[in-house]
Nanobody
Framework: QVQLVEAGGGLAQPGGSLKLSCAASGFAFHNYYMGWARQAPGKGLEWVSGLYSDGSDTSYGDSVKGRFTISRDNAKNTVYLQMNSLKPEDTAVYYC?????WGQGTQVTVSS
């Protein structure tokens, strides 16, 4: 069955960095557009970033543009989200997404 397993969340200080990963299995990862979304406490789901199957094109939400970088390793069936210059408003549960499949999420908390 399809699995998307996120890792790498945790506590970071404002201005700090974290790198999330999402290990995929059960589908042809190399053929799929992969994305990240997040949900902050009390708020709706917000799309963060995505990239095409060959990694040739990336896109970002306005709130993270210039600070976050998405990448993928098709040999490892893994997509990453490098998060730099973190802000308290980046605090959220971060989800990996492919088509209609979603991971369980990983908590990111940005606080001093």
């Amino acid at each position: 069955q399809v699995q998307l397993v996120e890792a790498g969340g945790g506590l970071a200080q404002p201005g700090g960095s974290l790198k999330l990963s999402c290990a995929a299995s059960g589908f042809a990862f190399h053929n799929y557009y992969m994305g990240w979304a997040r949900q902050a406490p009390g708020k709706g789901l917000e799309w963060v970033s995505g990239l095409y199957s060959d990694g040739s094109d990336t896109s970002y939400g306005d709130s993270v543009k210039g600070r976050f970088t998405i990448s993928r390793d098709n040999a490892k069936n893994t997509v990453y989200l490098q998060m730099n210059s973190l802000k308290p408003e980046d605090t959220a549960v971060y989800y990996c997404q492919a088509s209609t499949w979603w991971g369980q999420g990983t908590q990111v908390t940005v606080s001093s």
